[in-house]
């Protein structure tokens, strides 16, 4: 059996919190690493955020919108020991 998807929600903020979107990645990706380690695979992760109406104003969504979709593609944070020991 596979899991379609993990689906993390989150509310971001404005301004964005680059590490609220940060510690949702960690979350994550190790969410489908033990999902994968007991026989799970994961197919995607995603995230999900309240509607931009509910949080920014209209002249802040296609701020809002870039900002999110650069943080979400950049890369992460080197590992901490704390977070390596449990990798």
Do not use: C
């Amino acid at each position: 059996m596979q899991i379609r998807s993990i689906t993390y929600f989150l509310h971001p903020r404005w301004p964005i919190n680059e590490l609220v979107f940060q510690k949702a990645g960690i979350f994550a990706q190790h969410a489908k690493r033990a999902y994968a380690s007991a026989g799970y695979p994961v197919q995607t992760i995603r995230l999900a955020t309240p509607p931009f109406p509910d949080f920014l104003d209209a002249i802040d969504y296609t701020n809002a919108a870039s900002q999110i979709e650069i943080t979400a593609h950049s890369p992460p944070p080197p590992p901490t020991q704390e977070l390596s020991r449990h990798s």
